[in-house]
């Protein structure tokens, strides 16, 4: 299995174009959190509800987070906190949004996927996830990855 940073090294190769990146720092978030939003949506079984929290959507942080160990304890406490963060931003949408939250997730999933495709189309370069269904979850590491970097706490 690749490391970590063969992983972003990878991605990085068709995210070089200033305007995609752009679009990328947008959209990836974005598709991040529907695809939290739409796992959260899904009702779970009555003899596996033990607690509200305990869903498809923690279910999916939990085994992302699996990933996310290859590429160093940063990006990993990097990653949880914000899958954290989302989840509860989840919790607290599904309770005050005035739709669905799988309609709002759906909303934001589509706009999200077409900014990507116009940031691939600007780019010239297909998405990488067309090559490795895992550079879906690798975007928000490189994304989390340039952010580190940027504040100096890895290099």
């Not at 200033?18 to 947008?26: A, C, E, G």
């Not at 999916?60 to 290859?70: G, K, T």
Request: aromatic share 18%; hydrophobic share 60%.
């Amino acid at each position: 299995m690749k490391s970590g940073q063969e992983w972003i090294a990878e991605y990085s190769e068709s995210h070089r174009n200033p305007k995609n990146k752009r679009l990328h720092w947008i959209c990836v978030p974005a598709i991040m959190w529907t695809v939290i939003a739409f796992l959260w949506s899904i009702p779970v079984p009555e003899a596996l509800q033990v607690h509200p929290w305990v869903n498809w959507a923690t279910l999916f942080v939990v085994v992302a987070q699996l990933f996310y160990i290859i590429f160093g304890v940063a990006i990993f406490a990097t990653m949880l906190l914000v899958s954290v963060g989302m989840l509860f931003f989840t919790a607290w949408l599904e309770q005050v949004a005035p739709f669905a939250l799988w309609q709002i997730a759906l909303v934001v999933f589509i706009i999200a996927w077409i900014g990507q495709f116009i940031g691939h189309h600007i780019e010239g370069k297909k998405p990488s996830f067309f090559k490795d269904l895992l550079f879906l979850l690798v975007g928000p590491a490189w994304e989390v990855n340039y952010f580190l970097r940027k504040i100096h706490l890895i290099s």
